[in-house]
Every structure is written in structure tokens, then in C-alpha cells.
């Protein structure tokens, strides 16, 4: 089966940018989690959703960071304006039994200038 | 909040030799899950070996073994034969099944370095 799709891989912004993450789960997940990773920390839950409602957002910067998932498949994340601090890796999941772990993508690297 | 911690940030280990990377983590919860990921330099976190807390007998997957602590709130990941191939960011993650969400909380992760 095909994996969990990310775009872009690399993306060089300046602070007060916005910028869009793109994430194509595994057919059939109805569980998809977008996660940030700053660099030397393990990854933080940003936002669930199930199929195309959101499960939990508490730990997303709803002044700045929001994120959709159109028809229960892909989702977009979005940071706008961005701060030097969104300097990470962001990091899509999908999950069809979710105790059996999840499925993550390869990420998207975000350098805030 | 459940919080996961690994104490080594960097290890290394001779190839064909044994290392064990070492988590803890705190709950209060009785039922949960717990994951090894591994995360090479292409960044995509791979599934290494899962463990059920209910479950008394440690997981293995092939050279994976873990050495799962339950009162002790201990999970060790034992890699054996170590290979190149290995070298990667490893990071413990918890999983609490009792608030329904299944949402996975990571530790900071040890960086392996398997040396030729």
C-alpha cells in the first residue's frame, strides 16, 4: 500500500509568511494527526481529526496554525503569520486501529527566516 | 498528562553488538500501549515494536526485544546483532486507551550511532 504523502519536503519562509503543508493519508485511515517536531525534541500533537472532524486541537496555536481535512481524506495545515519559533519539522500520521501505532509521512522541514 | 522520558540522549554500539536504550514514563492510567519508533535521517518515524500493558510477556519483532517494567513504569528497547542500517533517532512513545483519543506522547529520543 501506498504511504502517507507530504508536501512540500523542504520549505524556506521569512517570519510574518504564511505557508500550507499538504498531507494524503493511507486509503481507508479514517484518523489523521499532524504532529511538530522541533529539532532535538520528539514529536508534539498539534491536531487530530476523525475522518473530516477534529478530535482534539488543544494543542494548537489557533491564532496563527489551522488546519482542515476536506471529505474525511487529505489534509492542509497552515501557519500564518509565522514566527521564528514554527521552526520545525512538521509531521502527518493516519491510523486505521490506532493502538497498533501509527502510519507517519516523511514530513515537511519549515525554516522560518 | 502522561510524560515519557529517555535519559540518554546519544548512545553508540559496535556493530553485531547488543545496546539497550532505556524509557520511563508516568501515568496514572492502567491500560495503554507503548511504541518504539525509529526516525533515520529521512525523518519518517518507523513502527520498531509495540507493547500491550495488559500483556505480561515482552514484545519481540526479530532483533527487537523489549524489557517492559509495568510497576517499575520502565520500557527498554534491546537491539541485537546491531547493524548499520540501525543508526537513527530512536524515540519511546506512550499511548493511553482509557481517554478514547489513542493519541501518542513521545519522549525526546536517543540518537544511535552504530559504529562499523
Known amino acids: 500500500e501506498a504511504g502517507v504523502a507530504q508536501s512540500p519536503r523542504y520549505k524556506i519562509i521569512e517570519k510574518r509568511q504564511s505557508v500550507a503543508f499538504w498531507c494524503n493519508p493511507i486509503?481507508?485511515?479514517?484518523?489523521l494527526y499532524w504532529y511538530q517536531q522541533i529539532l532535538g525534541q520528539g514529536p508534539k500533537l498539534l491536531i487530530q481529526?476523525?475522518?473530516?472532524?477534529?478530535?482534539?486541537d488543544s494543542q494548537l496555536p489557533k491564532d496563527r496554525f489551522s488546519a482542515e481535512r476536506l471529505k474525511g481524506v487529505d489534509s492542509t495545515l497552515k501557519i500564518q503569520p509565522a514566527k521564528l519559533e514554527d521552526s520545525a519539522v512538521y509531521l502527518c500520521a493516519s491510523s486505521l486501529l490506532a493502538n497498533y501505532g501509527y502510519t507517519f509521512g516523511s514530513g515537511t522541514r519549515l525554516t522560518v527566516v | 498528562a502522561q510524560t515519557v522520558t529517555q535519559s540518554q540522549p546519544e548512545m553508540s554500539v559496535q556493530e553485531a553488538e547488543t545496546v539497550t536504550l532505556s524509557c520511563t514514563y508516568d501515568t496514572s492510567e492502567n491500560n495503554y500501549y507503548l511504541f518504539w519508533y525509529k526516525q533515520p535521517p529521512s525523518r519518517q518515524m518507523i513502527l520498531v515494536i509495540r507493547q500491550e500493558a495488559y500483556k505480561q510477556q515482552n514484545a519481540t519483532e526479530n532483533r527487537f526485544s523489549v524489557n517492559f517494567q509495568k510497576a517499575a513504569k520502565s520500557f527498554s528497547l534491546k537491539i541485537s546483532d546491531s547493524q548499520l542500517g540501525d543508526t537513527a533517532m530512536y524515540f519511546c512513545a506512550f499511548m493511553n486507551s482509557g481517554a478514547g483519543s489513542y493519541q501518542l506522547t513521545f519522549g525526546k529520543g536517543t540518537k544511535l550511532s552504530v559504529i562499523p
Open positions: 486509503s481507508g485511515h479514517a484518523t
Open positions: 481529526f476523525q475522518n473530516n472532524g477534529v478530535v482534539d
